[in-house]
T-cell receptor
Framework: DAGVIQSPRHEVTEMGQEVTLRCKPISGHDYLFWYRQTMMRGLELLIY????????DSGMPEDRFSAKMPNASFSTLKIQPSEPRDSAVYFC????????????????FGAGTRLSVL | AQSVTQPDIHITVSEGASLELRCNYS??????LFWYVQSPGQGLQLLLKYFSGDTLVQGIKGFEAEFKRSQSSFNLRKPSVHWSDAAEYFC???????????FGKGTLLTVNP
């Protein structure tokens, strides 16, 4: 299995520009999670999906952030407009299909996208 | 709400020495507990997990962790550290009710030759 695939690995942009981060979950996984990692706040859950439907977006910092999952094999996290404080590493993770509630919490992470907003 | 505390931000050990990384959690019910490792520039890799049963769990790369309910702890151990173990280690707690993972701030491990 190829694992969770994120693109791009690095993104440098200027303040005010739109940024789109992409994620391909592990085939067959029905949960997808977006995290943000910063030195100050550590790993924060932004939003997660089940069967392509957003379940909890309470971690999304503000309206500038949006996430979609148009199908089971693709998700995007968009920031518009971007600001320097959005600079962070953004991780996508996916988890195993339903085999009991416990299995849902085994999350597999992508390599992340390092975003720098100048 | 669940929370995780990793008291040690940075630990340095010599190669071959034993290692213990501390993790304390807060959660109202039986927690699901995890340790992940992150090498520089990489994503998080699952080392081990605890759901129920035997409180001493074995993981990959020779790591083990012990769940102690009375102390709300899930410390990670390794009897002999290798230079390749240098990385950042994250403890996490999950709940069956919402499928979220809450992570600690991480412990950076440096291994001296």
């Amino acid at each position: 299995d190829a694992g969770v695939i994120q693109s791009p690995r690095h993104e440098v942009t200027e303040m005010g520009q739109e940024v789109t981060l992409r994620c391909k979950p592990i085939s067959g996984h029905d949960y997808l999670f977006w995290y943000r990692q910063t030195m100050m706040r550590g790993l924060e859950l932004l939003i997660y999906f089940n069967n392509n439907v957003p379940i909890d977006d309470s971690g999304m910092p503000e309206d500038r952030f949006s996430a979609k999952m148009p199908n089971a094999s693709f998700s995007t996290l968009k920031i518009q407009p971007s600001e320097p404080r959005d600079s962070a590493v953004y991780f996508c993770a996916s988890s195993l299909p339903r085999q009991g509630a416990r299995s849902k919490n085994i999350q597999y992470f992508g390599a992340g996208t390092r975003l720098s907003v100048l | 709400a669940q929370s995780v505390t990793q008291p040690d931000i940075h630990i340095t050990v010599s190669e071959g020495a034993s290692l213990e990384l501390r993790c304390n959690y807060s959660y109202g019910a039986t927690p699901y507990l995890f340790w992940y490792v992150q090498s520089p520039g990489q994503g998080l890799q699952l080392l081990l997990k605890y759901f129920s049963g035997d409180t001493l769990v074995q993981g990959i790369k020779g790591f083990e962790a012990e769940f102690k309910r009375s102390q709300s702890s899930f410390n990670l151990r390794k009897p002999s550290v290798h230079w390749s173990d240098a990385a950042e280690y994250f403890c996490a707690v999950g709940a069956s009710s919402n499928y979220k993972l809450t992570f600690g701030k991480g412990t950076l491990l440096t291994v001296n030759p």
